[in-house]
């Protein structure tokens, strides 16, 4: 039976990698799912999408609908009608999709219309916050959904309170933490960690890339001064995503190739903000966005962690390094319960004291939510055997 496994942009690529190897490893003991990768082609340069699939092991996309960029809308059009074409072409079993970016929505919608039915992971996640797209993604996403695989009590009861019913909601754990727990031993350090002089525990990452953010020039100059100022002159390095660095490029500072590669950095794909006495904080290390391996690794070791991502504050909070969330809502509440991070929000004056209270050493030391354990892809296959072809799994 043929199913699908959809991904477009940076985050899904670490949430479908365990998903595309429980499917092998069932397949090669006789399981009866066989799957069709398709790439959206939402994110599509290497530095967003390439390096990802080959140091997770993905294999070549079966079909990639090269939609590139646009506006929201036309990003969504454009997969609808792409993926609707692949599907009345070859038709698959089932849309398992992952996450929430407008790739997620946009295949769960040509999707149903065609009558195959849909299963979110990472479903039933909610921020309230509808100036997120992502937001918008869920919400529409969950209301066409058949199957949810849910990495929280706090996503079932989401669901439950939208009167989905028991037996559509399967709690299997986080499949991005999968990934993390499968790679841990192949981190490396990124080619400029001597270069910079970095140690452990001797610096900071920092990844901003929410139009809420990154948009507004000036507040986003008033959040990297913030940034700079609380950290005490330790290095900050700062994978800047491609949106970002259109900002930085529009404020003169001439850094911005943000995964071309190109632009004034050196060699190495960095540059400090020092450097051309810019308006940058100069403890700023700007650089290319990270492969896998290498941004993992640079997390690990960090001091703490400074950003506006949803799946860093997960992964933060499995290897036990403070995360701070430039954010006034998150979807992923259990991070701040259970785990290592805390909502500083987007006013630029919240994150010294926050920071200060790190430096005296206060900050909580968070633990892992349940089933984040590296199994998560294997339930999901289980279920979804059962679910299609009627062997329901033991749990
Ligand atoms: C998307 C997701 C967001 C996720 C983020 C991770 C949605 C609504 N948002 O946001 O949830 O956290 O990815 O990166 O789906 N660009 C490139 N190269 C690429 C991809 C994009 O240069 O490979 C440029 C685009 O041209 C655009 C900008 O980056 O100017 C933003 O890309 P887009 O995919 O629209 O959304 P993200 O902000 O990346």
Known sequence: MLIDIIAGARPNFMKIAPIVRAIESRAAAGGPLRYRLVHTGQHYDARMSGDFFEQLGIPEPHANLEVGSGTQAEQTA????????????????????????????ACAIAAQKLRVPVAHVEGGIRSGDWTMPEEINRMVTDSITNWFFTTSEVANGNLRRAGVADDRIFFVGNTMIDTLLANLDRLKPPPFWEELGLKPGQYFVTTLHRPANVDAGDAFLRLLAAIGEGTRGMPVVFPVHPRTAKTLRELGSGEGSGGSGSGSRGSEGHSRGS?????????????????????????????????????????????????????????????????????????????????????????????????????????????????????????
Not at 80 to 101: I, N, T
């Open 78 to 105: 454009a997969i609808m009608v792409r993926y609707e074409q692949l599907l009345l072409d070859a038709p698959s079993a089932l849309c398992p999709v992952v996450g929430d970016v407008t790739s997620t929505m």
């Open 275 to 395: 450097d051309r006495g810019s308006a940058l904080p100069a403890n700023l290390c700007l650089v290319d966005p990270q492969p896998y391996l290498e941004f993992n690794w640079l997390v690990k070791h960090a001091r703490a962690v400074i950003t506006d991502s949803g799946g860093i504050t997960e992964e933060t909070t499995v290897m036990g390094v403070p995360c701070l969330t430039l954010r006034d809502t998150t979807e992923r509440p259990e991070t701040i319960t259970i785990g290592t991070n805390e909502l500083i929000g987007t006013d630029p004056s919240r994150l010294k004291p926050a920071l200060d209270r790190l430096f005296a050493g206060q900050w909580k030391k968070g633990a892992v939510p349940p089933l984040w354990d590296g199994r998560t892809g294997e339930r999901i296959v289980a279920a979804l055997e059962g679910l299609l072809v009627g062997t329901r799994p033991n749990g």
